[in-house]
């Protein structure tokens, strides 16, 4: 059975705190949207070199693990919302850094690789443990679709209204008012998120947490946290591809923005109806579904990556993947859950979770390093992509047994 959290809603509904939580969550995916779907294509523009782009990201990756797992005992000691907001502040200076640095932001991409990963570890460590505290068995399906309908509707607006200023203007002036407008969502963040009620701090941090979970036989969490690698590795290289091979299709920073609209459009859509409908008894044949799914919608870039095959592969993408992440998400939170014990450790089961899908991520973008410096023919990184994107059929084979377990079946 699954432990209930004196501030989590019952009966499947949505309090006050789930709904201010879901706010923070939006004001500051929707600030990371509007900058962060063109900081790449910024930084191709300024270099032309897919290597810098994959040592910013693996360093990224690198340095929020790190911070994920130091950041883990302020959080268990009771400062949640102050972790919360400086990393919301810290993607802030981020993004400002970015601003004032112009294209010379290439020459310092060691540090702002570093400070992205910090404010990235900063905030998720936090918010993730708050979202378990907020919601429980009955109502955590549902958050992670209203989740997915808020990133949804950030992904759609936010990208097109800056494709749509940096078409229109000379390109740095229309990157500098994105940028700006992305600082003042996360102060507005920073703000809200003053309202978020702080559990009081349980026992002390243990440090060595990850370490013994691997040493605990026949835990349940050895297969979870594999699933959750191989679902970094797909994370790291589909997130730095695909919006940057849309813009190297076209060219043009409006038709990513047009490429991030419909997409979006289409995942607001489906996030909505997986959140609504989807029972934790149907999981295991929800996942599967999306899983190979998203792994088939990979095999037309075999046929050439242009804009069309782009734009099919992202609908594809914005229908099934909600099928595939909601389960996966949900029942990873409830095996936290599943009884006191393991509900006391949360903060250390957050971080043990977060290091392995960041284990995968760095992992995934090591090997794509590695192929560009070996081959970068359409046809090498077309295998890289479908090898890659098959990486969610192997995390439903690992999490099968965990879905079964989950409450409701």
């Not at 779907?37 to 990756?61: D, H």
């Not at 972790?83 to 060691?110: E, K, Q, T």
């Not at 993947?321 to 014990?341: C, H, K, R, W």
Request: glycine share 10%; net charge positive.
């Amino acid at each position: 059975m699954t432990t209930s959290h004196p501030t989590a809603s019952s009966g499947g509904r949505l309090d006050g705190q789930n709904r201010l939580l879901l706010t923070v969550n939006g004001l500051f995916i929707t600030a990371s949207a509007l900058s962060g779907t063109f900081l790449g294509v910024y930084i191709w523009k300024a270099s032309k070199n897919f290597a810098l782009l994959g040592w910013f990201t693996l360093l990224s990756y690198l340095c929020m693990a790190l911070t994920f797992w130091i950041a883990g005992a302020a959080v268990k000691s009771g400062r949640k919302r102050l972790v919360l907001r400086l990393g919301i502040c810290a993607s802030a200076v981020f993004y400002a850094l970015v601003l004032l640095l112009g294209h010379r932001c290439i020459a310092y991409i060691a540090p702002l690789g570093v400070l992205q990963g910090m404010a990235n570890g900063l905030f998720w460590v936090s918010f993730n443990v708050l979202y378990f505290e907020v919601t429980d068995a009955a109502n955590r399906d549902r958050f992670n679709g209203l989740a997915g309908v808020i990133g949804a509707l950030a992904g759609m607006i936010a990208p097109w209204s800056s494709g749509f200023l940096i078409s229109h203007m000379t390109a740095e002036r229309g990157y500098r008012i994105i940028f700006m407008v992305s600082l003042g969502i996360f102060v507005v963040g920073a703000i809200v998120s003053f309202w978020l009620r702080n559990r009081p701090p349980g026992e002390s941090y243990d440090w060595r947490h990850p370490i013994r979970i691997w040493h605990t036989p026949n835990s349940p969490w050895h297969s979870v946290l594999s699933a959750l690698a191989v679902q970094g590795v797909r994370e790291s290289v589909f997130g730095l591809m695909i919006g940057l091979l849309v813009y190297i299709q076209t060219g043009s920073e409006l038709k990513l923005g047009n490429f991030t609209l419909l997409t979006s459009a289409v995942s607001f859509i489906s996030y909505y109806a997986v959140g609504r409908w989807l029972k934790p008894a149907w999981r295991v044949k929800g996942m599967l579904v999306g899983a190979v799914v998203i792994t088939a919608v990979v095999l037309p870039f075999f046929f050439g990556i242009r804009y069309g095959t782009m734009l099919a592969f992202g609908v594809g993408i914005g229908l099934f993947f909600p099928l595939y992440g909601i389960p996966m998400t949900s029942a990873v939170f409830d095996l936290i859950g599943q009884n006191e014990d393991s509900a006391r450790l949360r903060e250390e089961y957050v971080v043990v979770r977060e290091l392995a899908l960041n284990v995968g991520r760095i992992f995934g973008m090591a090997v794509f390093l590695v192929t560009i410096e070996i081959s970068r023919s359409p046809t090498v990184l077309n295998v890289l992509l479908f090898v890659v994107g098959s990486a969610p059929i192997f995390s439903w084979l690992l999490m099968r047994g965990n879905l079964r377990l989950s409450p409701g079946r």
